[in-house]
C-alpha cells in the first residue's frame, strides 16, 4: 500500500515571500513518481511539478521547487516570490506502478497570499 | 490541443437514483482515471481505463462501474446512490498506463445526493 500525509492543513505566506509545503510518503516499490498538484477555487487540478525517485537532482519549474530526501521519504514544495495568484489547495501525490498506476493524494494544504 | 472536459459541471440526484458522468479525455490520450474527492479530502481513485480495457480499480464497491468508447471518452456510472456519494468526481488522462505519464484532470462534476 502507498500513503501521502500532508501534516499541514492551512499556510499562510506574504505577498513575495517564500513558503515551503511538506509532504511524507511510503512506498515499497523502488520507482515512483511524486507530484505536486494545486487546485484553485475553480477545481481543476493543475500539476505544478513532477520528480521521478529515480533522479537525485530536485525538480524545479520557475518560482516553484521540491527539497526531495528519498531516504527520508520526504517530498517539500518550496514557493518562491508567493504570487496573489498562487493561492489555492496543494495536494502532493504518489504514483508507484504496480498493476495499475493510480495517484495517491494527501490531504491537502490550504495556502493563503496575503497582499 | 484540447483539453480534459468533463459533463455535467453540477448535478443534483437523490438517494436511489442513478448517475452517468462524462469525460473527453485529452487529445491524444488513450487512458483515463476517476477520482472521487470528497469535501475537504484529497481525491481517491476509483478505477482506471486503458485502451477500453478496466486496468486498476480502488476500493469502491461494485455499483461503481466505467466504460471506455473506442475515441477514448469514458463514463463513470454509479448505481443506487447514496448519500455518501456527494462529491467532486474528476476525471483525468494521460498518454499510456504507466506511472511516469503525467494525468491531466478535467474541472469535476459535483455531485449532490439528497
Known amino acids: 500500500a502507498q500513503t501521502v500525509t500532508q501534516s499541514q492543513p492551512e499556510m499562510s505566506v506574504q505577498e513575495a515571500e517564500t513558503v515551503t509545503l511538506s509532504c511524507t510518503y511510503d512506498?515499497?516499490?523502488?520507482?515512483?513518481?511524486l507530484f505536486w498538484y494545486k487546485q484553485p477555487p475553480s477545481r481543476q487540478m493543475i500539476l505544478v511539478i513532477r520528480?521521478?525517485?529515480?533522479?537525485?537532482q530536485n525538480a524545479t519549474e520557475n518560482r516553484f521547487s521540491v527539497n526531495f530526501q528519498k531516504a527520508a521519504k520526504s517530498f517539500s514544495l518550496k514557493i518562491s516570490d508567493s504570487q496573489l495568484g498562487d493561492a489555492a489547495m496543494y495536494f502532493c501525490?504518489?504514483?508507484?506502478?504496480?498493476?495499475?498506476?493510480?495517484?495517491?493524494f494527501g490531504k491537502g494544504t490550504l495556502l493563503t497570499v496575503n497582499p | 490541443e484540447t483539453g480534459v472536459t468533463q459533463s455535467p459541471t453540477h448535478l443534483i440526484k437523490t438517494r436511489g437514483q442513478q448517475v452517468t458522468l462524462r469525460c473527453s479525455s485529452q487529445?491524444?490520450?488513450?487512458?483515463v482515471s476517476w477520482y472521487q474527492q470528497a469535501l475537504g479530502q484529497g481525491p481517491q481513485f476509483i478505477f482506471q481505463y486503458y485502451r477500453e480495457e478496466e486496468n486498476g480499480r480502488g476500493n469502491f464497491p461494485p455499483r461503481f462501474s466505467g466504460l471506455q468508447f473506442p475515441n477514448y471518452s469514458s463514463e463513470l456510472n454509479v448505481n443506487a446512490l447514496e448519500l455518501d456519494d456527494s462529491a467532486l468526481y474528476l476525471c483525468?488522462?494521460?498518454?499510456?498506463?504507466?506511472?511516469?505519464?503525467?494525468?491531466?484532470f478535467g474541472a469535476g462534476t459535483r455531485l449532490s445526493v439528497l
Open positions: 487529445s491524444g490520450h488513450n487512458t
Open positions: 501525490a504518489l504514483n508507484s506502478g504496480g498493476s495499475n498506476y493510480k495517484l495517491t
Open positions: 483525468a488522462s494521460s498518454l499510456g498506463g504507466v506511472s511516469k505519464n503525467i494525468q491531466y
Open positions: 512506498t515499497s516499490e523502488s520507482d515512483y513518481y
Open positions: 520528480q521521478e525517485a529515480y533522479k537525485q
